[in-house]
């Protein structure tokens, strides 16, 4: 059951991650006008944020894969799990409180796929 969670929790990272590589052009012009280093900063942003997720995911793939329900897969998932939490605060205390739908959904699926992994860190 744990293996199940940890490839649920990663599948979901990695395909909000390409949720978040593929419009960053859309979600830069909802700011309107801004200055050509403004785009640029929030087009890495978005960027930056879907490589960390695959990353996350392609770590709990393969510790999972290698070593699932191990004491080293155990707190890999119990770090990343970590550290979707941060992202889903820093999430809701910016962008969740703008109006744009994809910032709001972020935070609950990041908790949603930290629950999962520290579930899978503790069977």
């Not at 894969?65 to 550290?83: K, P």
Request: charged share 10%.
């Amino acid at each position: 059951m744990e293996e199940v969670l940890a490839y649920v929790a990663a599948g979901l990272v990695g395909l909000w991650g390409i949720s978040h590589a593929i419009p960053p052009r859309a979600v830069v012009s909802g700011f309107g006008e801004t200055s050509t280093d403004n785009h640029r900063i929030l087009v890495q942003e978005r960027l930056a944020e879907a490589v960390t997720m695959w990353s996350f995911a392609a770590l709990v793939i393969v510790v999972t894969a290698v070593g699932g329900g191990t004491s080293t897969a155990d707190w890999a998932y119990r770090v990343i799990a970590g550290a979707l939490l941060v992202l889903a605060v820093l999430t809701a205390s910016t962008g969740a409180r703008t109006s744009v739908i994809w910032f709001k959904i972020c935070p609950v699926l990041l908790t949603r796929s930290a629950v999962f992994l520290l579930i899978a860190g503790l069977a």
